[in-house]
């Protein structure tokens, strides 16, 4: 199916909610009707075939009295859900009492097994049938939604029973996540939310899912992954992810499975997620898909993962999260602190304003350290994470912790406005604990930001894509390793730097520094000053004193109980292209030649008015 096939749908779900919805509901509650009916009309088209066999089957259960039925109920539906009711959703259209299409509803939606029964609490669903039924508007929205005019089944619907002619196109699992991601978008979009929230372009994800799996494709053997996303919203990277490695087996030959991870805190988001695993077929998936804040309620706690990928939420507060934790200053989460070589205990906490380099550290904590590939990380963060905070902060501290641990490949600067929540750069950081030996303590800086494709029309704010050949350019830059003008390869210590404090002592009338009784300098408060000094700075810490400090002031010394650590990337500073500036004569000449402009219009209006 293609784009436009899914837009059809998209557009005849959107009007629904025009025709059915305007006058019973704002705007901006129209999602709770629509989101969760989308997800119970794929799921009922997913069940018609095998209707009769699972009645069948729990009357014999229920004669035998069985009483945990499920399991073999969805063993005859031939899916990881079913459901139990005399009813499909075409069978409550001839409902026309408004109390018995009530009754017969939440029978149909009872029916189903206790993976869909979550999804239909987190969408809250059953709140609104008791609205619809009061609008009479029920009945119209089942109708339409099991319209002959849009096809949610997995199966091609032909023109008649020759079957040579389609009518309307199968709606696949990928098109069926496609039609959801587009659903949300608009609805937030209409809302103005974010949808950058809960939805991260295709574009960006499959750059981001061949940058986790291309450079060890060689590597990959007849086995068995793990994926884990601990922001995973409608779990659309897991998904691509997951297509990505089976593509990859097959081009090599190999035999491998994979298990999805996740974990995700907007019920809403969370049910869509659950639901998609639900309809690939495959409960267990389901199963790992956790309910709540990865920060504060790690799902996924004694789990180590062979590749991670994540967009997590970023300039949004963790302060909630840090009070359920017992206060910022009380967390001892190992995940987010460690400790020096000297035992000092080291905190990598941000501040509450800003959690995502949290979600980075909770991935760190989660690889696995004794398989030949390690674990590989792929994660986009915006600018903030590459400077934000001063050394020793816990910004700070956890780029210090993330560098000296020699964990980041690379970072790639994305072209602005390539998200739909944000116009800003968004930069895809890189990390695995098991580098190859030429990038074995470096760190390579990719500037993406020109490699772009304008969209003919804007997404919320996303006004440019990454095509398939850019995508494709992109990852040859970062395979090659090649220094070029977008391309700049560092050693590690090159973003590191200390954070001193200089003294100078009280001088007296001669220019003498003044002692105490130990013969100690008596420090001038109103002279002592920080400095910046690279690691890369020849001499270190006291060959920028010879060279910079003392020069100016002799008795200048270092404060050694004040150094501080810190590490910042700046793609500014290593990518900057200047402009080139106009001479002086350009400038002049320019300026003659609008005096003369100037002085004819001035002629012509002058003499304009003498006339």
């Given at each position: 199916m293609d784009n436009q096939a899914h837009n059809t749908i998209v557009s005849f779900i959107w009007g629904i909610a025009d025709d059915c919805l305007?006058?019973?509901?704002?705007?901006?509650?129209?999602?709770?009707?629509?989101?969760?009916m989308t997800v119970i009309r794929r799921l009922d088209t997913m069940l018609e075939d095998t209707k009769d066999e699972v009645l069948n089957m729990k009357n014999k259960m229920d004669l035998a009295g069985i009483s945990n039925q499920w399991p073999a109920l969805?063993?005859?539906?031939?899916?990881?859900?079913c459901n139990s009711s005399p009813f499909l959703l075409r069978d409550l259209t001839s409902r026309a009492k408004k109390q018995t299409l009530k009754a017969d509803f939440e029978e149909y939606l009872d029916g189903f097994s206790p993976n869909v029964q979550e999804i239909l609490e987190k969408f809250k669903f059953r709140n609104q049938i008791q609205t619809m039924i009061d609008a009479d508007i029920l009945?119209?929205?089942?109708?339409?939604?099991i319209s002959p005019d849009i096809n949610l089944s997995p199966k091609t619907i032909y023109k008649d029973d020759s079957k040579k002619d389609i009518r309307l196109p199968a709606l696949d699992n990928h098109g069926m996540g496609t039609v959801f991601e587009e659903l949300i978008r608009k609805f937030n979009e209409d809302n103005n939310e974010e949808a950058g929230e809960h939805w991260t372009p295709r574009d960006v994800v499959e750059l981001m899912a061949d940058l986790a799996f291309e450079p060890i494709r060689d590597k990959i053997k007849d086995a068995t992954y793990s994926c884990y996303d601990g922001a995973c919203g409608t779990g659309g990277m897991l998904t691509v992810a997951q297509d990505r490695l089976l593509e990859l087996a097959e081009d090599t030959n190999k035999k491998v499975s994979i298990h999805l991870f996740g974990q995700e805190v907007q019920p809403e988001t969370f049910a869509i997620c659950k639901a998609d695993m639900l309809l690939k077929g495959d409960g267990e998936q389901a199963?790992?898909?956790s309910y709540g804040s990865t920060?504060?309620?790690?799902?996924?706690?004694?789990?180590?993962?062979?590749?991670?990928?994540?967009?997590?939420p970023y300039g949004k507060s963790w302060k909630t999260d840090a009070e359920k934790m017992g206060g910022k200053k009380d967390i001892l989460d190992s995940r987010f602190n460690t400790f020096l070589q000297d035992g000092t205990q080291f905190s990598m906490l941000p501040k509450t304003s800003d959690g995502q380099l949290l979600f980075l550290l909770n991935n760190v904590a989660k690889m696995k350290k004794d398989t030949a590939l390690g674990s590989r990380i792929v994660e986009v963060h915006n600018?903030?994470?590459?400077?934000s905070g001063?050394?020793?902060?816990?910004?700070?501290?956890?780029?210090?912790?993330?560098i000296e641990s020699d964990l980041v490949e690379a970072v790639i600067a994305l072209p602005e406005s390539m998200f739909y929540n944000t116009s800003l750069g968004t930069y895809i950081w890189i990390l695995t604990n098991k580098k190859e030996d030429r990038r074995k303590g470096k760190i390579q800086l990719i500037d993406a930001t020109s490699m772009k494709s304008q969209l003919k029309k804007n997404m919320g704010k996303k006004n440019c894509e990454l095509t398939p050949d850019l995508q494709a350019e992109i990852i040859r830059i970062y395979m090659s390793m090649e220094e070029s003008e977008f391309s700049k390869v560092f050693n590690n210590d090159e973003f590191g730097f200390w954070k001193v404090t200089v003294l100078q002592p009280q001088l007296n009338e001669n220019g003498e520094p003044l002692k105490d009784k130990k013969g100690m300098m008596i420090v001038n408060k109103e002279k002592s000053d920080t400095e910046i000094i690279p690691f890369s700075y020849a001499g270190g810490i006291e060959g920028f004193m010879d060279d910079e400090v003392r020069p100016y002031a002799p008795f200048a010394w270092v404060d050694d109980k004040k150094i501080q650590i810190g590490y910042e990337m700046s793609f500014t500073k290593y990518f900057y292209k200047s402009i080139k500036l106009r001479t002086m004569e350009e400038i002049i000449s320019e300026?003659?030649?609008?005096?003369?402009?100037?002085?004819?219009?001035?002629?012509?209006?002058v003499g304009g008015r003498n006339e």
């Open positions: 305007r006058d019973v509901y704002v705007r901006g509650k129209y999602r709770d009707v629509i989101l969760p969805c063993n005859t539906a031939g899916q990881a859900f009945g119209a929205v089942i109708e339409k939604f199963e790992h898909i920060l504060s309620a790690d799902g996924n706690a004694t789990r180590q993962f062979d590749f991670m990928l994540s967009n997590p600018a903030s994470s590459l400077f001063d050394a020793g902060s816990g910004e700070g501290n956890a780029r210090r912790f993330l300026l003659h030649a609008i005096e003369e402009e100037t002085d004819g219009i001035l002629s012509d209006i």
